[in-house]
């Protein structure tokens, strides 16, 4: 029996390879499938004392630093919404993307905390102008999108976001002294709604396929080179889709006085018909 099946295995060997040929491009080309990967942040916290920073020519710098940063997780369901990642056809004459879908977080119980802190220095002074602080951000849907740019060089992105963030405090005294400082409460973006209520659906600041975002690095005819951040105009017959910014309420802290309440903040409506942002080196 060992001696027949070892036959037979070595008789099917030679027919097997003999089946396998290359495919020709157009045969290649009409290969689809769902190629991509899903992941989680499941009790993702990080905290630490790095520090980015941006230096003028003239030595003048802005800098943040010492991020912390924690999410609370869906323990119901802890991987039931990820993260994805996949690589999708750009359209006609264009480029595949990559894209990351963010999770849909429908039951808003992936929650975000945020802290940094941020200084300057310049004319001689190093001024500590103290931290940033996001509680309880919340992000429903949206997501990110890269590709190359249709025309020059350069990264070409898409963004979308809707967020629900239950404060953002500028502490000019640091994290840990917050009875001095600006706070933002109850803030809401996404897309724009008929009747002005809290948006549903995240907000399309960018498209990769109609109105792309660029980043890449430019040099003029003076020999002058920029790193450059913008958002192109809409394509022919496509408007830039609407979104909406509401402020449940503006304050500032002291504890020097009494604290003041400037109330709600409400933009119904904005484009972003085009952007353009230069750093020069």
């Given at each position: 029996m060992l001696t027949r099946a070892a036959a037979t295995v070595l008789f099917c060997a030679p027919a097997f390879a003999f089946a396998l040929e290359p495919l020709p491009d157009s045969a290649l080309a009409r290969v689809a499938g769902r190629d991509g990967m899903s992941f989680n942040l499941s009790n993702f916290a990080m905290a630490g004392n790095a520090e980015l920073r941006y230096t003028?020519?003239?030595?003048?710098?802005?800098?943040?630093?010492?991020?912390?940063?924690?999410?609370s997780d869906n323990t119901d369901a802890p991987f039931a919404d990820p993260y994805r990642l996949d690589v999708v056809p750009g359209g006609p004459g264009r480029a595949d993307m990559i894209n990351i879908a963010f999770p849909q977080n429908t039951a808003g119980r992936e929650v975000w905390q945020i802290?940094?802190?941020?200084?300057?220095?310049?004319?001689?002074?190093?001024v500590k102008n103290g931290s940033v602080i996001l509680k309880d951000l919340v992000y429903y849907g949206g997501g990110l999108q890269w590709t190359t740019p249709v025309a020059g060089d350069g990264l070409a992105?898409?963004?979308?976001?809707?967020l629900e963030l239950g404060s953002l405090t500028l502490a000019p005294n640091g994290r840990d002294a917050t009875s001095?400082?600006?706070?933002?409460?109850?803030?809401?973006?996404?897309?724009?709604?008929?009747?002005?209520?809290?948006p549903t659906a995240p907000w399309q600041i960018a498209d990769a396929t109609n109105q792309a975002g660029i980043f890449n690095a430019r040099t003029d005819a003076a020999g002058n080179a920029s790193?450059?951040?913008g958002i192109g105009w809409p394509d022919a017959g496509q408007a830039a889709p609407s979104g909406t910014l509401q402020i449940g309420n503006i304050s500032f802290r002291s504890d020097a006085g009494a604290s003041m309440d400037l109330g709600s903040s409400r933009i119904g409506s904005i484009q972003l018909q085009y952007l353009d942002v230069k750093f020069r080196q």
């Open positions: 003028t020519p003239g030595g003048d710098s802005l800098g943040i630093g010492n991020l912390a940063a924690s999410r802290a940094y802190d941020f200084g300057i220095n310049a004319g001689g002074f190093d992105f898409g963004l979308a976001t809707r001095e400082a600006m706070v933002l409460s109850n803030v809401k973006i996404g897309a724009a709604t008929a009747d002005g209520s809290a790193l450059h951040v």
